[in-house]
């Protein structure tokens, strides 16, 4: 049977005349072919000499000592402290109700698409304007700082030191900016530290998220998976304000957004 296979998968592809074995088996191999059929011979009393499989038998410690990229299977996330880590339970009930979150958010856009609801468009600043998103999500030109915003600032749309990811603000951002404010919260938590406030941002910007995820927003979410791990390793006790912010995003992005390599055992 396999050899009826072999022969239907290796078809001929040039005749040549049949010649008995005892014509094959003298042909003259140190010497060149004369004519094209003779080259033809040779090739077919070659290749009944050799086996269908062939593998190479390669000493690959050879090429382990040559080796110059090292991949490893580590996620960069530091080990949290015993009792830091939410169970099993908990991130599956976060994630059903992210999972819901994002399902009412995207009948909000269809709606609005569609006309059948109205929601004023508030004036934010453009999305290459890293200082302006700065300013309007925390009410200063530089996380962390004091400095009060310019109430004549264009840029300015709620009173008070910061504004929250309102419905209104969330509707009107299309993907690309999305991305944008996002990877310009990771760089201010990596520079400047972490907040409640700025929690409410990270979960209002990956509720937008779309999936399946481009190589470049999975890159930004593993990196915010990595600072949110790293800092709850560094907290001093378990009843710190920022653990539970920092074990719901490190739960959404490994869980929701199949990061599994990052996200916690429970």
Request: one cysteine or more; proline letters at 6%; charged letters at 20%.
């Amino acid at each position: 049977m396999a050899e009826n296979s072999n022969s239907e998968l290796l078809c001929q592809a040039l005749s040549t005349n049949s010649v008995n074995s005892t014509i094959e088996d003298d042909i003259a191999f140190d010497i060149p072919p004369a004519t094209g059929q003779e080259y033809l011979r040779r090739v077919k009393q070659e290749a009944t000499k050799c086996p269908d499989i062939v593998v190479a038998d390669l000493n690959m410690e050879l090429f382990r000592k040559q080796q110059t990229v090292i991949v490893s299977s580590s996620s960069g996330c530091l080990t949290p402290p015993e009792g830091y880590t939410p169970g099993l339970s908990w991130q599956t009930q976060q994630t059903s109700d992210f999972s819901d979150v994002r399902q009412k958010l995207l009948r909000c856009k269809a709606r609005l698409k569609n006309g059948q609801m109205k929601i004023a468009k508030p004036k934010v600043p453009q999305s290459e304007n890293a200082e302006g998103w700065c300013r309007m999500c925390f009410g200063s030109y530089k996380v962390g700082t004091q400095q009060p915003l310019d109430e004549n600032s264009p840029d300015k749309i709620a009173t008070g030191n910061s504004t929250l990811p309102l419905l209104s603000i969330l509707v009107h951002m299309d993907q690309p900016t999305i991305v944008k404010v996002l990877g310009y919260h990771i760089n201010w938590f990596e520079a400047t530290g972490f907040g409640v406030d700025q929690g409410r941002w990270f979960y209002a910007l990956l509720s937008c998220l779309e999936k399946p995820l481009c190589p470049e927003t999975c890159s930004l979410l593993r990196s915010l998976a990595r600072s949110c791990a790293n800092l709850r390793a560094s907290l001093e006790n378990a009843d710190d304000d920022k653990l539970i912010p920092l074990n719901l995003i490190i739960c959404l992005v490994g869980r929701y957004f199949d990061q599994t390599d990052v996200a916690d055992n429970g």
